[in-house]
């Protein structure tokens, strides 16, 4: 099975900060990789797919990048929505793993 | 508009069975493979099964397979998880997801159902 690892589980940040989280797996998944956010109470939103494709009515802030084992998430410009948590996941192989999650809250 | 709502859930418990149901709109249902995600309480997501378009491919993760069934019913729209033998670890929300781009990519869910197993 593949495992999916995220840094940092959590980040602090500002209104219009630029804020990268980090997603390794433990084999190569091409570009097989998706980026989700959950809001508390929420289901998972589809934010990135196919490591750096956009989901459609995603904003532009939000950006993907990477390709065999690591990858990022890189929203240029966090704004007050943006506070939530952050789930990577292959869609390489079953089962399909997530990563832990990235709790990204206010300082 | 793509609407997925998951019913079905509830206290149950150990050694127990439910059936989770969710019922499709707003896109061709036939044409899209399913799955079901779920989340413990203040946990991470896990995958927990997939079935094609035409029932004619279905996984399991280990953590299940040989208890819960994947199913659907294209005329009534309808994915269901038949959940056996459950466990206290099986406690969660379960959402119902459809594939996106590629089989494993999870473009539109469900708000979820709480399944709790407790005595």
């Known amino acids: 099975d593949i495992q999916m690892t995220q840094s940092p589980s959590s980040l602090s940040a500002s209104v219009r900060d630029r804020v990268t989280i980090t997603c390794r797996a433990s084999q190569s998944i091409s570009n097989y990789l998706n980026w989700y956010q959950q809001k508390p109470g929420k289901a998972p939103k589809l934010l990135i797919y196919a490591a750096s494709s956009l989901q459609s009515g995603v904003p532009s802030r939000f950006s993907g990048s990477g390709s065999g084992t690591d990858f990022t998430l890189t929203i240029s410009s966090l704004q007050p929505e943006d506070f939530a948590t952050y789930y990577c996941?292959?869609?390489?192989?079953?089962?399909?793993?997530f990563g832990q999650g990235t709790k990204l809250e206010i300082k | 508009e793509v609407q997925l709502v998951e019913s079905g859930g509830g206290l149950v418990q150990p050694g127990g069975s439910l059936r989770l149901s969710c019922a499709a709109s707003g896109f061709t249902f036939s044409s899209y493979s399913m799955n079901w995600v779920r989340q413990a309480p203040g946990k991470g997501l896990e995958w927990v099964s997939y079935?094609?378009?035409?029932?004619?491919?279905?996984y399991y993760a280990d953590s299940v397979k040989g208890r819960f069934t994947i199913s659907r019913d294209n005329a009534k729209n309808s994915l269901y998880l038949q959940m056996n033998s459950l466990r206290d670890d099986d406690t969660a929300v379960y959402y119902c997801?459809?594939?996106?781009?590629?089989?494993?990519?999870?473009?539109?869910w469900g708000q979820g159902t709480l399944v709790t197993v407790s005595s």
């Open positions: 997801a459809t594939d996106g781009w590629n089989m494993g990519t999870f473009d539109y």
């Open positions: 079935i094609s378009s035409s029932s004619s491919t279905i």
């Open positions: 996941q292959q869609s390489y192989s079953t089962p399909h793993s």
